[in-house]
């Protein structure tokens, strides 16, 4: 039996139960006991899936635990003063918020596309979905979502500011959902809606 | 609710860079779907809002790291494994014969329980090895250095063919 088919058996190995969502975030932000992080390496390593989970989490390590090497005096105080921000957020992610002035995310967050229909409780489907245009938009994407956070529909290339439901493919009965917008100019996107919540009631 | 809503608003774009700067460095192959990570992480946000108001403002952005986080591991866990199994041992394949899979899961099990026959850090070592970390993830997550994680691997990996070794020559 070759190495492979050792790995790969052991990859597809699913054991339960799994560590509970919170430890991971426990273990992420490095909250974790000893003895609790001991438990948790132990499952991960004989458990597929959580094991991938442990290889992304563990990619945190680098922002908390800078590797140190030898650089000239002034390169190592450049590094210890990144390196010392670096663990702070990673200790308090609150202060890797931006100041006020810097809150513009990659161009794309500085403007909010204004949501018209559908919002709050509605006795009937909604026939359109409409928002306000967006100058320079030349074009929209529409995403619908269950309440509970599952993607419905992701519509692309809406020209007008306003979306036919029957376009969307998918039924809307009774129930909560939530949607948003995005104002596009291939490839950037220019702004994006709040989440807008509505519901149809039965 | 203006209020809740401007409050919300507030905090996706205070904390949009950190979404996604965890969600690509915890994501690995789960970050290409980085937008759709992003809007879900931001729905739970958004419910948690709906239902309280929102966390108290010196947690908000702490809460948001963690539901990034959270929304990556699921979406990790939620991946199949990236190599293509041995042929014939893949449970999921419907052409594969019901036996094989059986053998397959079977397998795991034998291996598992082999590695439990190994001293603790060999366990570690190899199973980590097995589930496809580098030796520097091995390193960074028991904190050894270079040789001990090779040589543990090394010998560890060897014992776990001697002990399985009885079992595969019965096949």
Same mark, same amino acid.
């Given at each position: ?49 959580? *094991?991938?989970?442990?290889?992304? @989490?563990?990619?945190?390590? /680098? =922002?908390? #635990? %800078?590797? &140190?090497?030898? +650089? ?10 990144? *390196?010392?921000?670096?663990?702070? @957020?990673?200790?308090?992610? /609150? =202060?890797? #918020? %931006?100041? &006020?002035?810097? +809150? ?27 928002? &306000? ?70 | ?171």
């Amino acid at each position: 039996m070759n190495e492979l088919e050792l790995a790969s058996a052991l990859r597809r190995r699913s054991v339960e139960p799994h560590p509970a969502e919170e430890t991971w975030e426990r273990f992420a932000t490095g909250e974790l006991s000893p003895a609790e992080r001991e438990r948790l390496l132990d499952h991960a390593l004989l458990c597929g899936e959580c *094991a991938r989970a442990l290889r992304g @989490v563990l990619a945190l390590g /680098d =922002l908390r #635990r %800078p590797q &140190r090497r030898w +650089r000239p005096l002034w390169v190592g105080v450049g590094l210890a003063a990144a *390196a010392t921000i670096v663990a702070l @957020v990673a200790i308090r992610p /609150d =202060l890797g #918020r %931006p100041a &006020r002035h810097d +809150r513009q995310v990659r161009g794309t967050e500085s403007a909010t596309v204004a949501i018209l229909e559908p919002r709050g409780s509605l006795g009937t489907p909604p026939g359109f979905f409409r928002w &306000r245009r967006v100058p320079r938009a030349t074009s929209y994407r529409l995403r619908l979502f269950s309440d509970e956070g599952v993607p419905l529909a992701n519509v692309d290339r809406i020209a007008a500011a306003e979306l036919a439901s029957d376009k969307l493919g998918v039924e809307l009965r009774p129930g909560r959902y939530v949607w948003k917008v995005e104002a596009l100019h291939p490839p950037a996107m220019l702004a994006s809606s709040r989440l807008v919540g509505f519901e149809i009631r039965p | 609710m203006d209020a809740i809503e401007n409050r919300f608003d507030e905090l996706v774009r205070s904390s949009a860079r950190l979404v996604r700067a965890a969600i690509l460095r915890v994501g690995g192959r789960a970050a290409r779907h980085v937008e759709d990570l992003e809007q879900r992480v931001y729905l739970a946000l958004w419910r948690r809002f709906q239902a309280e108001g929102g966390p108290p403002q010196e947690i908000a952005a702490a809460y948001v790291y963690r539901s990034a986080v959270r929304e990556a591991v699921r979406e990790l866990r939620s991946l199949p494994p990236e190599e293509p199994l041995a042929e014939g041992l893949d449970p999921a394949s419907p052409a594969v014969d019901p036996e094989r899979q059986a053998a397959g899961r079977e397998l795991g099990e034998r291996i598992a329980a082999a590695l439990a026959r190994l001293a603790p850090d060999r366990r570690r070592a190899v199973a980590a090895h097995l589930q496809g970390f580098e030796v520097a993830e091995i390193q960074r997550l028991f904190d050894w250095d270079y040789q001990r994680a090779r040589n543990l691997i090394a010998r560890g990996l060897q014992e776990l063919r001697q002990q399985l070794a009885p079992e595969v020559q019965d096949e």
